[in-house]
């Protein structure tokens, strides 16, 4: 059994999550997205919620109900993303946690009409998006930062990588090539990564991983601010 948040740990705190996919528009009907359920970063929020913070969601399109006393400012593309996300940050944030899956290029354009087939192939040219997670952990007045890392291998040296490269307080770490686990799945399993310490939770619910998660990054923001 994993011992809940503690009712209050994030008492008076401003708590900015972002969740779900991208989608990148190829033309009025198409885009470029990915599997993300948005699963984890509702189930953050609710237990953030759940903790005493307020939170404001900045969610990608997803199916599923926002939490309960919960802001959601809903967002399209990565450019979207970044934009309310920095917004929400400026309205005041003790605590950025990104879930997106944030699409990592986009078409360099969107087509105004619909495109039609001609030859045996085609190709798209694409652009990089803007990081989110590194730019609001890159301002002066970055608030404590949490990011995830999903991967198929290698999982600590990548998430180690991201954690100094985007300059984070915390990484959270889960490998998506495991049956049952992940992406779209209730059930998640991960090894949190930060600079003194790790820790590994579940596998388990989403819900009961995230009680779990908001415990440990309260721990560390009293730690780091005492
Ligand atoms: N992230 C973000 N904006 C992006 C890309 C990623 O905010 N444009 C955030 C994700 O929400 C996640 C973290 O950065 O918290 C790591 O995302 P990931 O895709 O694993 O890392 P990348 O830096 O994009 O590296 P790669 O996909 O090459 O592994
Ligand atoms: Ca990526």
Same mark, same amino acid.
């Given at each position: 059994l994993i011992a809940g948040t503690a009712p209050g740990s994030l008492t008076g705190k401003r708590v900015v999550i972002t969740a779900g996919p991208t989608r990148e528009p190829i033309d009025p009907v198409r885009y470029i997205s990915n599997h993300s359920s948005g699963k984890m970063g509702y189930a953050l929020a609710a237990a953030a919620r759940a903790a005493g913070a307020e939170v404001v969601l900045v969610s990608g399109p997803v199916s599923i109900a926002v939490p309960a006393g919960v802001e959601i400012r809903a967002v399209m593309t990565a450019e979207e993303m970044l934009e309310q996300a920095d917004r929400a940050v400026d309205e005041g944030c003790d605590l950025f946690i990104a879930t997106a899956a944030v699409a990592d290029y986009r078409p360099d354009t969107c087509a105004t009409d619909k495109i039609k087939k001609s030859n045996e192939s085609m190709s798209l040219s694409l652009v990089r998006n803007p990081d989110t997670l590194a730019t609001i952990a890159a301002? @002066? @007045? $970055?608030?404590f930062t949490v990011g995830f890392a999903a991967e198929t291998r290698d999982i600590e040296h990548y998430a180690l990588d991201k954690l100094t490269r985007k300059k984070l307080n915390m990484i959270v770490a889960n @490998?998506?090539? $495991?049956? *049952?686990? *992940?992406?779209?799945?209730d059930n998640n399993s991960v090894i949190v990564f930060w600079p003194q310490g790790r820790e590994a939770i579940g596998p388990g619910p989403k819900a009961v991983l995230a009680q779990r998660l908001i415990a440990l990054i309260a721990d560390q923001i009293t730690e780091k601010a005492g």
């Open positions: 301002r @002066d @007045d $970055a608030p @490998d998506v090539s $495991a049956p *049952g686990l *992940g992406f779209n799945s």
